[in-house]
């Protein structure tokens, strides 16, 4: 997937309070082609125990009506919390009726959640909805289904960083000290190659090393960045300013 057309999300990675999250993540939804969004998160802290966390621009009553932190009512956080990929709403019509029409019944016509999951329990689902439904509608959510999780990526990292800031500026510093750290030159180029659209192996071929080689350079970027994935490593590698853009 190209990484161009994605400079948006360089507004969710400085966000530095929930209020600019909120915005910066209405701004996205609407550029992904959406119309609501609805984040959930679970941020255990050794010393809050466990943060829940909500953020939304979607109609309230039915986040008072259809969603909950309970797993035996709400399908889509039942799903989330054991699945990572996608959850297509309109694979839910056989399954769950009721819920479907209740979202319905709030202009939520359609609609995909994207499960995050982190180290230490961190957990966070985001939502993204439209305002209609049909052939056309679940076309377009599928075109835009890689920058979609790399936007629940990005603000699952943002809202611990600004949870952590809040509870724990020690740990918050740490984290800034190791975003700064420099990759490798072969870790920049590994990133680079794979951010073009090649495989491992072929970036292998390129650099005229072993596959295996180009895996661990990327293991060791990924750990570096503090992140969970390639694609979220490219972007997080190219604001940082360790790559260009492809």
């Given at each position: 997937?190209?990484?161009?057309?994605?400079?948006?999300?360089?507004?969710?990675?400085?966000?530095?309070?929930?209020?600019?999250?909120?915005?910066?993540?209405?701004?996205?939804?609407?550029?992904?082609?959406?119309?609501?969004?609805?984040?959930?998160?679970?941020?255990?802290?050794?010393?809050?125990?466990?943060?829940?966390?909500?953020?939304?621009?979607?109609?309230?009553?039915?986040?008072?009506?259809?969603?909950?932190?309970?797993?035996?009512?709400?399908?889509?956080?039942?799903r989330?919390?054991?699945?990572?990929?996608?959850?297509?709403?309109?694979?839910?019509?056989?399954?769950?009726?009721?819920?479907?029409?209740?979202?319905?019944?709030?202009?939520?016509a359609?609609?995909?959640?994207?499960?995050?999951?982190?180290?230490?329990?961190?957990?966070?689902?985001?939502?993204?909805?439209?305002?209609?439904?049909?052939?056309?509608?679940?076309?377009?959510?599928?075109?835009?289904?890689?920058?979609?999780?790399?936007?629940?990526?990005f603000?699952?990292?943002?809202?611990?960083?600004?949870?952590?800031?809040?509870?724990?500026?020690?740990?918050?510093?740490?984290?800034?000290?190791?975003?700064?750290?420099?990759?490798?030159?072969?870790?920049?180029?590994?990133?680079?190659?794979?951010?073009?659209g090649?495989?491992?192996?072929?970036?292998?071929?390129?650099?005229?090393?072993?596959e295996?080689?180009?895996?661990?350079?990327?293991?060791?970027?990924?750990?570096?960045?503090?992140?969970?994935?390639?694609?979220?490593?490219?972007?997080?590698?190219?604001?940082?300013?360790?790559?260009?853009?492809?």
């Amino acid at each position: 997937m190209s990484i161009q057309g994605t400079v948006w999300l360089r507004t969710i990675q400085v966000s530095a309070s929930f209020a600019e999250l909120k915005h910066s993540v209405g701004f996205a939804t609407e550029r992904l082609g959406f119309q609501c969004f609805l984040y959930c998160g679970r941020f255990p802290n050794p010393h809050t125990k466990v943060h829940e966390f909500h953020l939304k621009n979607c109609p309230e009553e039915w986040v008072r009506d259809a969603v909950s932190s309970d797993a035996a009512t709400d399908p889509l956080h039942r799903r989330a919390l054991r699945e990572v990929t996608p959850i297509f709403w309109h694979e839910l019509v056989p399954y769950e009726p009721t819920w479907i029409a209740r979202a319905r019944k709030f202009g939520l016509a359609t609609g995909v959640t994207l499960p995050v999951h982190g180290p230490d329990g961190r957990w966070s689902s985001l939502s993204l909805m439209k305002n209609r439904g049909g052939a056309g509608a679940e076309r377009d959510i599928r075109a835009a289904i890689g920058k979609c999780h790399l936007l629940a990526a990005f603000i699952h990292e943002v809202t611990d960083r600004i949870m952590r800031n809040h509870v724990e500026p020690a740990i918050a510093a740490e984290e800034c000290k190791i975003e700064r750290c420099s990759l490798t030159e072969r870790e920049r180029d590994c990133l680079t190659w794979i951010a073009a659209g090649k495989t491992t192996a072929q970036a292998a071929d390129i650099l005229s090393v072993a596959e295996r080689t180009v895996v661990f350079h990327l293991a060791n970027a990924r750990r570096k960045l503090g992140v969970a994935n390639s694609h979220h490593a490219i972007m997080k590698a190219v604001s940082l300013g360790h790559i260009k853009a492809a």
